[in-house]
């Protein structure tokens, strides 16, 4: 069964860190692409970021990038989210989720997400 | 940006059929997803590459795509059908976008 537990949320001051973790199980987790999804309260869902099965591609969304890194350690099946200068509008719900990135030949590159977990509460506020 | 459009809300009586709706210019070129997200819990994946159901999705969860919109269909929606939907595709750069969500009521 695959399982994905977020951890490190937290209430956090404007201009402030926090790092996000990820342990995943239940599968192999070396040789999926991850995501970070997030969801400010009442809203819907923003895709942030996400890596490739080694760690050396990194994609992130405009507003978050220069300010958040996304990182994995396949030795310990999880994935991280390291966050500096963080906003209010960084205030959501944090999703991991297992991310199966393909190519199609007549448009391109693609993806979606087949398993969640459950999410970690990030709220910047002072 | 790139903008998948839903509609905010559906509202249909149990054993009814839903269909909800996501607009967007890609859609021709890309496929849609879709997910089910219950209140205070995660999303789901129901539907993936247009109309491909995931082990386990009950089989009233059908999608279609036609032109620049897509379709979830729900036949015979149930009461523990009701939740949030979203649409999901790819922009032209390559990433992922969301829809604004559909909330399904079923009563």
């Known amino acids: 069964e695959v399982q994905l537990v977020e951890s490190g949320g937290g209430l956090v001051q404007p201009g402030g860190s926090l790092r996000l973790s990820c342990a995943a199980s239940g599968f192999t987790f070396n040789s999926r692409w991850m995501s970070w999804v997030r969801q400010a309260p009442g809203k819907g869902l923003e895709w942030v970021a996400n890596i490739n099965e080694d760690g050396s591609e990194k994609h992130y969304v405009d507003s978050v990038t220069g300010r958040f890194t996304i990182s994995r350690d396949n030795a310990k099946n999880s994935l991280y989210l390291q966050m500096k200068s963080l906003r209010a509008e960084d205030t959501a719900v944090y999703f991991c989720?297992?991310?199966?990135?393909?190519?199609?030949?007549?448009?391109?590159?693609?993806?979606?997400?087949?398993?969640w977990g459950q999410g970690t509460l990030v709220t910047v506020s002072s | 940006s790139y903008d998948l459009t839903q509609p905010p809300s559906v509202s249909v009586s149990p054993g009814q059929t839903a269909r909800i709706t996501c607009s967007g210019d890609?859609?021709?070129?890309?496929?849609a997803y879709w997910y089910q997200q219950k209140s205070g819990q995660a999303p789901v994946l129901v539907i993936y590459?247009?109309?491909k159901r995931p082990s386990g999705i009950p089989e009233r969860f059908s999608g279609s795509s036609s032109g620049t919109m897509a379709t979830l269909t729900i036949s015979g929606a149930q009461v523990e059908d009701e939740a949030d939907y979203y649409c999901?595709?790819?922009?032209?750069?390559?990433?992922?976008?969301f829809g604004g969500g559909t909330k399904l009521t079923v009563l």
């Open positions: 890609a859609l021709p070129k890309k496929y």
């Open positions: 999901s595709s790819t922009d032209s750069s390559g990433y992922p976008a």
């Open positions: 590459e247009d109309n």
């Open positions: 989720a297992t991310d199966l990135h393909f190519y199609q030949d007549t448009s391109g590159w693609d993806d979606y997400f087949d398993f």
